[in-house]
């Protein structure tokens, strides 16, 4: 971001597509969990019993009850995707206004 002529705050191109890049990756995580949601709970699970993360135990016990995992990252993924789409819009309009 940096300041036009008239002291305006203009938001740059590269913010702009870097921003619409993380929002597409959050998207295709988003259709992943709703619409390939097997593959995604065990692309999930193999990761986390794969490699050491610090609060590997905390992240498998969220996913034994995988009735809840899933009915809890669904609503969450819904909320989140408002939100994506709100900032999104908000970034657009910050760099063509």
Known sequence: MHLRNDDELHTSL???LIFLLFSLLFISNTY??????DAY??????SL?????PF????????ENRKRWEAEQKIFSV???VAVVV?????IMA???
Do not use: C, H, Q, S
Not at 41 to 46: G, L, S, V
Not at 56 to 63: A, G, M, Q, Y
Not at 87 to 91: L, S, T, Y
């Open 79 to 81: 909320i989140g995707l």
């Open 49 to 53: 019993t794969r490699t050491p993360y």
């Open 87 to 91: 900032a999104n819009i908000m970034v």
């Open 14 to 16: 590269g913010f702009v």
């Open 32 to 37: 992943k969990l709703w619409f390939k949601t």
């Open 95 to 97: 760099y063509i206004g």
């Open 56 to 63: 590997k135990d905390f992240f498998l016990r969220r996913l």
């Open 41 to 46: 709970y065990e692309d999930i699970y193999t």
